[in-house]
């Protein structure tokens, strides 16, 4: 499987460089960039419901990734299932912080969200997507990415 790598970026927007070539992910994981954007870039009075919203769409968006791996016997599922369930324990917990008044806490795991989004979607996202396509398609995705970064860049040279 090959993949590129994604440097950790500072902020989140939506670009080539997240596509995976299996348009059900690709499609939620553009809503995920949308919502965690919103959120890193929330007032204080509206953190929680930003945080709210980005609990609805992590709760779609894992469950549906989680049941495509139990249904498709995706090997390497339980670590992946893992991860998503790890995301939504922190984010209960950040919530009743931030409903306490620590808005803090709900800005620090914002920024983790940003930092942790890119590595996921290129190392445990991507193989998914190919898993998928190639039960649908027989074959692996073709991607084409109109602003992807340098491959000295991709491998930090």
Known sequence: MQSHLI?????????????LGFDPIDEVHEEFVDVV?????SKDEDLLAHLDE???HAKSHFETEDQWMRDTEFPPAQCH????AAVMLSLLEV???????????GRSFTREL????????THLDSALAQWMFK???????????????????????
């Open 81 to 84: 299932i893992d991860e998503h």
């Open 37 to 41: 954007h919103r959120l890193l870039h």
């Open 54 to 56: 980005f609990a609805v």
């Open 7 to 19: 440097t950790p970026p500072d902020d989140l927007t939506w670009s080539d460089e997240f596509l």
């Open 135 to 157: 039960r649908e398609h027989g074959g692996k995705p073709v991607v084409f990415r109109r602003q992807a970064s340098s491959p000295n860049k991709s491998f930090g040279l």
């Open 114 to 121: 940003v930092k942790w989004f890119p590595g996921h979607a």
């Open 95 to 105: 919530r009743q912080r931030v409903v306490l008044g620590d808005f803090e806490v």
